[in-house]
Every structure is written in C-alpha cells, then in structure tokens.
C-alpha cells in the first residue's frame, strides 16, 4: 500500500509593498499606515485615503493656492503683530486632516487656535478648516457636502468654504452658517482680533481668471 504525502498548495506571492505614488494609484486599496509610510511620490497630483482607497487629484490650480498664500501671511501677520494674536497656535497650507474612519483628507489650509501650545497635528483636531472651491461640479460637491459633513463631526469649530467662482465664503459651524459676500469681512470667534478682508483674497483670485477660462 503506498502513502501519498499530501501538501497544502502554495500560498501565493504577497504583493511588494506600495512606496511611490501616482496618477495610476487612483483606486488603490491601502490601510492608512501603508499610506502614511510613502513619501514618495509624483508631485504633479496630491492623494488622499478615504476608506481605504486611494483617491489621486490635480494640484491645485493658482487661482487657489495664490489666495490660499495671501490667507496664510494675513494669519501669521495678526499672531506676530495682534495683542492678541497669540490665540493662533499654527496655521499650515496643504496638511491632512486625520479623520476617525482612518481616512485622509488633504484640505487647502488648517488652523489651530486656543492651545497655547505646538500643536500635534495627527492627535489634535482643526479649530479651522479651509478650503478653496474647485471649479468641476464634483469637487464643489465633496467641498460643500462631503468635507462639511466629515469635519464637522470631527470637531472642528468652523469650516471654511472659499469660493471665488460665486464670489462667496460659507462659514460652517455645527448649528449655523454665515455667507460673507466681497465687499464684507469676517472676525472669526476661535481667533480673536482677526478680521478677515475677504475682497483681499477675491482680489487676488481675479488675477488668475485668463488662465482658468
């Protein structure tokens, strides 16, 4: 009588591990800390992780980051100059926001405020979210519906949606939203003493009309 050995079927290969990223990654299933280990990778496009997926955009046009820059120096102004500017602890361009789902969402510029403090910006959530309106009807939609929804329910204190197509800043707090239209300003309550002149940022948003239409 002959004894057959019997084996298990080989398992097969694993995959290499994902180190560089590009247009071609749109879709790629990832776990956030295979995503936060690569730091290489095309920088014509930026990436963010929803729900395990690899999502691959445009960088953003100059119509929003010159804006975006001219929003950062206002900030950075007022906590060096303000009395009481020191209620800003940072404010960064171009950060991920560390959502509980373990999604990454890259928004235009963070801020935090009240600290008193560095902050940690993996653990400590935005006292501000900014972001600068793309022109295309789905990016409009993950800015004013999805993004609005997510940050939100983080806890951040307000969201800001900068759209220099209708002219407008939609301020988003929990229960409420301010419209500020050119020609008004805005003082948010997280950062006392900031007014924001929002015909400033639109002034500059105009010059880069030519090149989007």
């Known amino acids: ?7 298990a079927p080989a398992e097969a290969d694993e995959l290499p591990p994902v180190t560089y990223l590009d247009a071609s990654s749109n879709g790629l299933e990832l776990t956030p800390d295979e995503f936060d280990a690569i730091d290489d990778y095309d920088e014509e496009y930026e990436y963010e992780l929803i729900h395990g997926v690899v999502i691959v955009n445009p960088i ?4 929003e980051v010159d804006p975006n820059e ?4 206002l900030l950075r102004e007022h906590q060096q100059r303000h009395p009481r500017g020191k209620a800003l602890d940072l404010t960064l361009a171009e950060r991920y926001v560390f959502l509980p789902s373990g999604s990454r969402r890259k928004a235009d510029r963070v801020i935090w405020a009240g600290l008193g403090r560095r902050p940690q910006p993996k653990t400590d959530i935005p006292t501000i979210v900014v972001e600068f309106v793309s022109a295309s009807k789905r990016d ?5 519906v999805i993004k609005r929804r997510e ?12 759209d220099r197509f209708r002219g407008e800043m939609s301020v988003f707090r929990t229960a409420e939203q301010v419209t500020i239209k050119r020609g008004e300003s805005y003082a948010p309550p997280p950062l006392p003493g900031f007014v924001l002149p929002f015909d400033a940022l639109m002034a500059i948003a105009d ?7």
Do not use: N
Not at 140 to 144: A, K, P, S, T, W
Not at 152 to 162: H, P, Q, S, T
Not at 207 to 213: G, N, T
């Open 1 to 7: 009588m002959t004894t057959e050995l019997l084996t």
């Open 60 to 63: 953003p046009l100059e119509g």
């Open 70 to 73: 001219q929003l950062g120096f």
């Open 140 to 144: 409009q939609h993950r800015d004013y």
């Open 151 to 162: 940050y939100l329910a983080l806890g951040v204190k307000e969201y800001w949606v900068i």
């Open 207 to 213: 010059r880069w009309r030519d090149l989007e239409s």
